[in-house]
């Protein structure tokens, strides 16, 4: 593996070279390449214990279902209906 000093870089990180210097823009890179790798592991680990894991994850820290009173099951009005609006 070449150093970073030797790759080849993007238009953007050279235009950082020419204005902030090469060591500094090496600095930089190092840091994000420290900062981002760990970030992309653990989202890679955590995708790959799947939706049904996370699902019950959050429903037992969360409890979503059971917050609240149940609403009462639906009854429509008497006489109401298309029966009662309908002239014959």
Do not use: C, H
Request: aromatic share 6%; no cysteine; charged share 15%.
């Amino acid at each position: 593996m070449q150093a970073p000093e030797q790759t080849s870089t993007p238009g953007l990180w050279k235009a950082l070279s020419a204005i902030l210097g090469q060591g500094l823009v090496a600095w930089i890179r190092g840091v994000l390449d420290r900062l981002l790798s760990p970030g992309i592991l653990i989202t890679a680990a955590a995708a790959s214990l799947g939706a049904p894991f996370w699902f019950d994850l959050l429903n037992k820290l969360v409890n979503l279902r059971t917050v609240g009173k149940s609403p009462e099951p639906y009854e429509p009005p008497k006489g109401a209906g298309p029966d009662s609006s309908v002239n014959r």
